[in-house]
T-cell receptor, first 111, second 114 residues
Framework: RKEVEQDPGPFNVPEGATVAFNCTYS??????FFWYRQDCRKEPKLLMS???SGNEDGRFTAQLNRASQYISLLIRDSKLSDSATYLC????????????FGAGTRLFVKA | EAQVTQNPRYLITVTGKKLTVTCSQN?????MSWYRQDPGLGLRQIYY???????DKGDVPEGYKVSRKEKRNFPLILESPSPNQTSLYFC?????????????FGPGTRLTVT
């Protein structure tokens, strides 16, 4: 079983749609959780950190469920510019700078 | 401007010819890391460093070496590259705190080994 798993998609949605991504992680002691965005062949960039209480940034909402060991990302009112790959990232509680990335979920937003 | 730089951005080489990919950051970050990205596999951590002269293996360290002699630099060394090291490589850095701190990535190095 992979340490961090994501649905690879692709998700094809029309502009204005709401889309949700899920990610599961295997290490129950994991400490920090993130969603990064990666445009084609570019470097990943932080979209949101994910907190136990859930957090929202404009059209984006992230949730963490420690009991079920998954995190989610909800995008409301999708824009063409949201088309990208969304990476789930986990820092397991092993000390240091160990970082586990999911393989990514590809999103295409169509006009 | 805060940034992570990598060089070269593109490299085509032959099997067995030693190469070094440089990485430098200007944010005074303690943590630095190298990743490779392959289709369907996502980013996998090769090595990371928590400070000068402190390095540790990630998930796929075989065939790679690193060094951290200065805080700002973290070069990736392939002593004898092989075709299965053809990949897109990213360097990243981060502040050392325990919280949810952002990693800053370099622009990537696309390596082809023939």
């Amino acid at each position: 079983r992979k340490e961090v798993e994501q649905d690879p998609g692709p998700f094809n949605v029309p502009e204005g749609a709401t889309v949700a991504f899920n990610c599961t992680y295997s290490n129950s002691a994991s400490q920090s959780f993130f969603w990064y965005r990666q445009d084609c062949r570019k470097e990943p960039k932080l979209l949101m950190s994910v907190y136990s209480s859930g957090n929202e940034d404009g059209r984006f909402t992230a949730q963490l469920n420690r009991a079920s060991q998954y995190i989610s990302l909800l995008i409301r009112d999708s824009k063409l510019s949201d088309s990208a790959t969304y990476l789930c990232v986990v820092n397991p509680n092993t000390g240091g700078f160990k970082t586990i990335f999911g393989a990514g979920t590809r999103l295409f937003v169509k006009a | 401007e805060a940034q992570v730089t990598q060089n070269p951005r593109y490299l085509i080489t032959v099997t067995g010819k030693k190469l070094t990919v440089t990485c430098s950051q200007n944010m005074n970050h303690e943590y630095m890391s190298w990743y490779r990205q392959d289709p369907g596999l996502g980013l996998r951590q090769i090595y990371y460093s928590m400070n000068v002269e402190v390095t540790d293996k990630g998930d796929v360290p075989e065939g790679y070496k690193v060094s951290r002699k200065e805080k700002r630099n973290f070069p990736l060394i392939l002593e004898s590259p092989s075709p299965n090291q053809t990949s897109l490589y990213f360097c990243a850095s981060r502040y050392k705190g325990q919280g949810a701190y952002e990693q800053y990535f370099g622009p990537g190095t696309r390596l082809t080994v023939t």
